[in-house]
């Protein structure tokens, strides 16, 4: 089924929510009918089955095309000949209006705010029956919380996507907000563009009940916090918390975030021998969140473009030859995160080196061969260490900037010797730090994109020049301006058709 408008995206939420309920476990299941809306969740254990859908969604929005699209459209991959030209639209910088992949990403997450705007209506309607115990009340609130981490999560993605770099006071558009359940085919009511400081107000609003709920929570729960939760919790909640502040530029509350998570001790950066098996099988103290996975209940791979198939002879993308040289001497990371593949392009042998990042977790293979599906992991504490040294250089705090960025690289680096710097340089270390340590999860089009920077892929794989002949060429050497409008993708015309309040309101360049 292919929405393509909000009406539709929010009925069918509702439909999608209601019958889920009442299926087996699996959270994956497609619905067999819709069931009446104002009758369907009259209860603790009602409630209870339709909140299990914000972690079907989180499984899904936290993998896949969610993660690795924008990483192929900026500076870090080519595409090769024997690809099928999948994803080449994007990896050639055609960013259009009417873009398949693009409409799909902007529905999907109205979807999901659908849902949570459904889930919180109806933890407001539970809330008020009678006889419920104090623990129901606190559960409650942590359903609530959940489904507005869900929300401010999907309007992030949204805003980071869809609208202009983050400016205070500036004049560039948000996001059409949507906070009630209210289907509706009256396309008069159908909400307009909000400005962006309401958009990121929204979020951060959002992410404080998420962070309060969730904290109370845990006063009664105290065992709940734990590496590699399944569930959400306040510190998963702070990661975002700090990750959206320091895309604003709020630098003060970035920092003081990320030093909530460090200085918690619930969490621990890896020693650079188990660097590995972060990846291989989804195992660290440093993984803040991790979506449940079952064989019953994989959702994507986020492997899908760069590796695959059974004699490691075929991959959609590899990594430029200039990504390749960021990894110094003991770094582990290039062991973890390339492997060296004789890829089968158009009947000959190619040596290159693949990402291997997303190898596959053997405990989530459905038969004996490989499906490339690992657990995703959105929060982590690598990401955090360089959020605070990012943001304490920000603020003035050089000292704790080289402590935490230390820190990073003493996990990662064997017989690492510390350094310190300052100024300019110090941001530019933190940068190239981010570069390497976050390659292959989504966060390069953010950065190119908030550090106001262009780039021009670097075409020769000086690796194996062999591979030159056969990478699309129209990939080899694509190059953004600085502030580029393609950093923003377009609304959708399916949705600028089906929305008059948004047909004026198309992003600058489409």
């Not at 089924?1 to 889920?20: D, E, P, Q, Y």
């Not at 869900?150 to 805003?159: E, N, S």
């Not at 705090?397 to 510390?418: F, G, P, Q, T, V």
Request: charged share 25%; glycine share 6%; hydrophobic share 35%.
């Amino acid at each position: 089924m292919k929405i393509t408008t909000m009406k539709k995206k929010i009925l069918f939420s509702i439909m999608l929510l209601c019958a889920g309920m009442f299926t087996s476990c699996s959270m994956d299941k497609e619905p067999y009918g819709a069931l009446n809306e104002k009758t369907a969740i009259q209860s603790m254990q009602d409630i209870g089955r339709l909140r299990l859908g914000i972690y079907t969604a989180l499984r899904g929005l936290t993998s896949g095309g969610w993660i690795y699209y924008q990483d192929l459209q900026m500076d870090e991959f080519h595409g090769l000949i024997s690809n099928g030209n999948r994803n080449g639209q994007v990896s050639a910088g055609q960013i259009l209006a009417s873009n398949d992949d693009i409409e799909g990403f902007f529905a999907s997450s109205y979807s999901e705010i659908g849902n949570a705007n459904y889930i919180m209506q109806k933890v407001e309607d539970v809330s008020k029956i009678e006889g419920l115990t104090e623990a129901d009340k606190v559960t409650l609130k942590k359903y609530d919380s959940e489904a507005h981490f869900l929300r401010a999560y999907c309007y992030f993605f949204l805003a980071e996507h869809f609208c202009q770099p983050y400016a205070e006071n500036s004049k560039a558009l948000g996001l059409p907000i949507v906070t009630k359940f209210n289907p509706t085919g009256d396309v008069a009511s159908y909400p307009a563009r909000s400005s962006m400081d309401e958009t990121y107000k929204l979020i951060e609003e959002d992410l404080k009940i998420a962070y309060d709920g969730l904290k109370a929570y845990e006063q009664v729960n105290a065992d709940q916090v734990k590496p590699m939760a399944v569930e959400l919790s306040s510190y998963a909640v702070a990661a975002l918390q700090a990750r959206v502040a320091l895309y604003k530029g709020d630098y003060p509350t970035a920092l003081a975030k990320s030093k909530e998570i460090i200085s918690s001790g619930k969490y621990k950066l890896t020693k650079p021998e188990n660097v590995k098996s972060l990846w291989t099988e989804d195992n660290s103290t440093e993984i803040i969140f991790r979506p449940f996975r079952s064989k019953d209940e994989l959702g994507s791979s986020t492997a899908v473009p760069y590796i695959s198939g059974d004699n490691k002879s075929s991959a959609d993308y590899i990594p430029t030859y200039e990504v390749l040289t960021r990894y110094g001497e003991g770094d582990v990371r290039f062991d973890a995160y390339f492997d060296q593949w004789k890829l089968d392009i158009e009947g000959a042998k190619y040596d290159a080196f693949v990402l291997n990042k997303y190898p596959g977790n053997k405990n989530l293979w459905t038969t004996t061969k490989n499906n490339y599906v690992n657990m995703s992991k959105p929060f982590r504490l690598g990401e955090i260490f360089l959020i605070a040294a990012e943001a304490a250089a920000k603020t003035g705090n050089e000292a704790e900037a080289n402590h935490y960025l230390n820190s990073i690289r003493y996990s990662r680096i064997k017989n690492y010797d510390l350094t310190s710097s300052v100024g300019e340089t110090l941001l530019n270390y933190i940068y190239e730090e981010r570069a390497k340590e976050l390659f292959g999860e989504g966060f390069r089009f953010y950065d190119l994109k908030r550090l106001h920077r262009g780039f021009k892929r670097y075409a020769s794989h000086e690796e194996n020049s062999k591979l030159d002949g056969v990478v699309v060429n129209n990939t080899k050497s694509v190059t953004y301006a600085i502030d580029d409008y393609r950093y923003t993708w377009p609304i959708p015309k399916a949705e600028l058709d089906a929305n008059p309040q948004l047909r004026s309101q198309q992003n600058p360049g489409y």
